[in-house]
């Protein structure tokens, strides 16, 4: 039996990219801060706005990544909150469970169902729709709002995107939460995201989709065509696949 030999996995958490994304620049920032920073402070160092920063800071703290502490202060008057990161070696340990249970669950399903990608769509349309805020009724937002907000979330999702306008709407995510798994099984792993994607842009009545998928066209780096709404329904995106990056199933990575 050959063994494969361990693959250095980036986990979206460390800030170790080119394009790293807004929540990754934050972690990065309170790793290499030497004392607890402040939501200004933070607001300041990344460019966003006080309210942006607080909502990454605090889903950081959910998720383990960061540390909330209240200032501690002889001086009267309100003290401020304070957010430090955590050990990477903690955020590296919870992250390879996950990565692991991912691994478990996608080959699993891909072994049983292998015509699974129109389920994984409709199921990541679903929770497109779930994770996002529908507007409200009779509000006017311009694309462009629109797919700020979607940007937002996939940044607030570890994927690192980014919306090029030249030569042609292009979606670029420049970091794969689950590239180990989406290398082996991406009808399960890309449908999905593509579904959430879609749901996503369907929620907030935006008249754009994503319209193909191209999976690590290079390391860490997908890359969708959005384009007008279908009008009639569709069952999946369509995956661009080099056949390097054709699934891989558990069989295939042993010889006996």
Known sequence: MVTQPPVSVYDGTTGQTDYGGRRTNIIQILRDAKEPLSVVEVAQMVGIHINTARFHLESL???????????????????????????????????QGYRMLADILTAAIAARYPEVGSDMYAIGQEWGRYLT???EPFEVIDEEELAERVIDKLDALWFAPEIRK?????????????????????????????????????ELRSQQRLL???????????????GPASQEPVDRVPLTLTPAKASVSPADETEA
């Open 133 to 135: 805020s529908r507007p």
């Open 166 to 202: 030249q030569p042609e709407p292009c979606l670029l995510l420049h970091n794969c939460p689950f590239i180990r798994s989406a290398e082996r099984t991406p009808e399960v792993v890309c449908e999905l995201h593509a579904g959430m994607i879609n749901g996503s842009l369907a």
């Open 212 to 226: 193909d998928l191209s999976p690590q066209i290079e390391p860490h780096l997908c890359s969708g065509t959005l």
């Open 61 to 95: 703290v959910d998720a383990g990544l960061a540390k909330r502490e209240t200032e501690v202060r002889q001086a009267p008057g309100r003290r401020r909150v304070l957010y430090s990161g955590t050990l990477p070696n903690q955020t590296h340990e919870r992250a």
